[in-house]
């Protein structure tokens, strides 16, 4: 029981890190997205030491567990404009394809960048 309510306010810090941005957005009318700024804020504090990566683990990771949820709402709000989408099945298999290929070329080229690094520190 304990842990289940560990996890409700980690995931609770995390959603007051997104309220926050989306507030700063709101209230500064900027074009980022809130969303991000609180992306941004969460990384400055994790990298300064004032929120320990401890106090958000078990939430964060709770959250990547079941980020499949997440996606659902997104997929049934494209059903609202399938008019845009008829007729144009092959592009988007295309573009999913390449566009996923170049993410993951990314992913794999800075993860190998960061694991090099942290080698020639160690030794």
């Known amino acids: 029981m304990l ?30 997205p809130g969303s991000v700024i609180g992306l941004v804020l969460m990384f400055i504090l994790l990298s300064t030491g004032i929120l320990r990566a401890q106090w958000i683990e078990s939430g964060a990771r709770f959250m ?10 997104a997929t049934v709000g494209l059903l609202n404009y399938y008019h ?14 390449v566009s996923t290929f170049i993410v993951m070329v990314a992913s794999g080229l800075i993860s190998e960048s960061f694991a090099k690094r942290k080698d020639l520190n160690n030794e």
């Open 64 to 73: 990547m567990n079941h980020l499949v949820l997440f996606f659902i709402p």
């Open 84 to 97: 845009l989408f008829a007729g144009k099945g092959i592009f988007l298999v295309i573009i999913t394809m």
């Open 3 to 32: 842990k289940i309510v560990k996890v409700i306010i980690q995931i609770g810090l995390l959603f007051c890190m997104y309220f926050i941005g989306t507030w700063i957005q709101q209230a500064f009318s900027l074009f980022i």
